[in-house]
C-alpha cells in the first residue's frame, strides 16, 4: 500500500511539473534578454542605492514657464504682492440680426468662482477696455499682448469682495455694445469686435476668479456673459451672449525660500531635479527608480480639496527647457509625500538611450489655478525631508 501511494505522489508531482511547464511556456514563447534579466534580477545580484545613504547628488532648479490656460474653467484678475492677472473675453455666437438697431443698454455678467489667491477677504478691483488687435486665445501667453494692444477707452469698472457665486452685473459702453453687433452683420464693418481686457487697477489688493467659457457647457449661469437690450423696428429684445475667456498672469519678482523649490501653477514654476547616477554601473537593468518629495505644507498655497499630484518628464534640453511629452503621475503617500516611480527614466539614461539632463515636474492643475506647491530641497538640514531617490539595479555580467 505504501509502495502504491509512494509511485502516486511522484507521478503527481512529476504532473505539476510538466504543466508548470506548459504554463510558462505559454506566457513566453521567445522571451528576450532583457525580459529574462528582468524576471532574474529580483534573485541575482540585485543592489540597491539610497540617495540619503550613499550620497547620490540630488539638485534642483526653478525656472518660470508663461503658460496658456485658455482650457481653465474660470478667469482671473486683481494683483496680489506682486503678482498680476490679466483676463482677456470675447463674444461668441453674436447674432448678425440686429444691424441698425438701438441699443437702450447693455451691461456684464460673471460669478465668483470661489477661489483666490491669496486673501479670499480682499478686494479685486479691475476696468474693463477694448483689444485693438485680434488674439488666438488658445495659444498666447501673457509676453503676447502690450500696452498698445489694449484701448484707453474705459467700457466699464468694478470693485468688490464677492463671497459668494451670485451674478454680478457692471455697466457696459452701449456704444462698443452697438458695434458688435453691426460687426456680426458685416465683418467690414469699421470697429471691430477683438474682444476686451479686465485688467487690474491700484485698488485691487487680491487675485479672485470668476466662471470662465468652459461653464457654459456644464454650468451656463455661471459662463461671463453681456446682456443687450436692443430695439430694432420697434420690437425690444434682450440679447445674451458667452464670452469666452483666458487670464493672463505674471509675477516680476518671486520670493524664493532658502532649502526650498516650488511648483506654482497659472503661470507657470517649473522645477527641473537633477542626478547624480554615476554609482550605478553602466548598462545595469534598472529593476526600480523611487523618488520620494516632501511638501513643506505652511509655506506652501493649496486650494482646499486640489489635487497634491504631480507630471513628471524627461528633459530632453535644458536651454530650452523641452521634455518629451510623456509623463509619469506620482502617487500621494500622506498629506505631505508624494512619490514616483521614474524607472523607465533611469533605463534609458543607464543605457546611454538618452542624455541625463534630469526631470522636470508640474501639477495636474497647472492651467486651472494659482496654487502654490513648496517642496523641501535637497540641501535642507532635516534629511528626512530631503527628496530621496532609490535605485535597485542589478548589474550585467
Sequence with gaps: MRRKLSYYNRFLALFVVILGMTVFQSCENNPNTLGLEFILSDTLNTKLLDSNKDSLLITS???????????????????YQGYESKALLRTVGVSGLYAGATVLSAKLKFNYA???????????????????????????????????NIGVNQLGTYTGSPADTSSIYIPFDVTVAKNWLEYAADTNYAAKNYGIAFLSNASSNTIKAFGGYLQAGTAPNLSPKIVIVANKNNKTDTLVYDFETLTLTNVNNLTYIPDRFQVQNGISFYNILNFNISKVPANSIINEAYLRLKLDKPVSYIQAGASLDMYYYMMLDTIAKTNDAVSIKSLLEDSVTVSVRLTPFFQKWNYGMMTNFGVTMKNTNDLFNLDRFVFFGPSVQDTSKRPKLVIRYTPRG
Design 114 to 148: 470661489k477661489y483666490a489667491y491669496q486673501d479670499t477677504t480682499g478686494s479685486v478691483s479691475f476696468n474693463v477696455y477694448p483689444l485693438n488687435k485680434y488674439f488666438n486665445y488658445s495659444s498666447i501667453t501673457y509676453d503676447s499682448l502690450n500696452s498698445g
Design 61 to 79: 532648479n526653478n525656472y518660470k514657464k508663461l503658460l496658456n490656460t485658455y482650457y481653465s474653467g474660470y478667469f482671473m484678475v486683481g494683483k
